[in-house]
Antibody, heavy 127, light 107 residues
């Protein structure tokens, strides 16, 4: 069965850095579009960014609050997704989830959605 | 950015009541709308994609409808395990955006 397992969360000071990992099993990360979604304590879901599959160019997109500070990448041999977070702010405190973003085509259009999610890893930014 | 607004923010219902949650987009998103369920301390779970397609393994009491700017998630006869928070999400354009959530509580 498809599994996503995040790790790397923890307590970090403002302006510090942290790298989150998301290990995938039962599918090949290179062939998938993958996203990071976060949830601040007691709040709703917020999209952070995505990386396209290698065949679709492997390009990345980011939400405005993290653009220029966060970087999404993959290690293909390890089948692992990363989120490098720099210049962290207290507002970045959240549970971070990695999600798979498959494509469904039907009725003349193609749709994307998040079908598998990891269990989440908590990042706390505090002095 | 496309704003997604859910209503109500919270809802009390009894087991077996019909429940409807609404999601409105700030611009037309065709049928690029997904619904997720989240229980406390757990990751969200996909229920409905492309506005009305039921994800594999999701009970048929869940259904979705709508297109353009107005969408609905219906639970025909909620069971105890359905009391959770529900989110809509648009996949029409980047940045993907979510509704603020609707908490379904047991009456």
């Amino acid at each position: 069965e498809v599994q996503l397992v995040e790790s790397g969360g923890g307590l970090v000071k403002p302006e510090g850095s942290l790298r989150l990992s998301c290990a995938a099993s039962e599918f090949t990360l290179t062939d998938a579009w993958m996203n990071w979604v976060r949830q601040a304590p007691g709040k709703g879901l917020e999209w952070v960014g995505r990386i396209k599959s290698k065949t679709d160019g492997g390009t990345t997109d980011y939400a405005a609050p993290v653009k220029g500070r966060f970087t999404i990448s993959r290690d293909d041999p390890k089948n692992t997704l990363y989120l490098q977070m720099n210049s962290l702010e207290t507002e970045d405190t959240a549970v971070y989830y990695c999600t798979r973003d498959p494509r469904y085509c039907g009725g003349g259009s193609c749709h994307r959605y998040f079908d598998y999610w990891g269990q989440g890893t908590l990042v706390t930014v505090s002095s | 950015d496309i704003q997604m607004t859910q209503s109500p923010s919270s809802l009390s219902a009894s087991v077996g009541d019909r429940v409807t949650i609404t999601c409105r987009a700030s611009q037309s998103i065709s049928s690029y709308l997904n619904w997720y369920q989240q229980k406390p301390g757990k990751a969200p779970k996909l229920l409905i994609y492309a506005a009305s397609s039921l994800q594999s393994g999701v009970p048929s009491r869940f259904s979705g409808s709508g297109s353009g700017t107005d969408f609905t998630l219906t639970i025909s006869s909620p069971q105890p395990e359905d009391f959770a928070t529900y989110y809509c999400q648009q996949s029409y354009d980047i940045p993907y955006t979510f509704g603020q959530g609707t908490k379904l509580e047991i009456k």
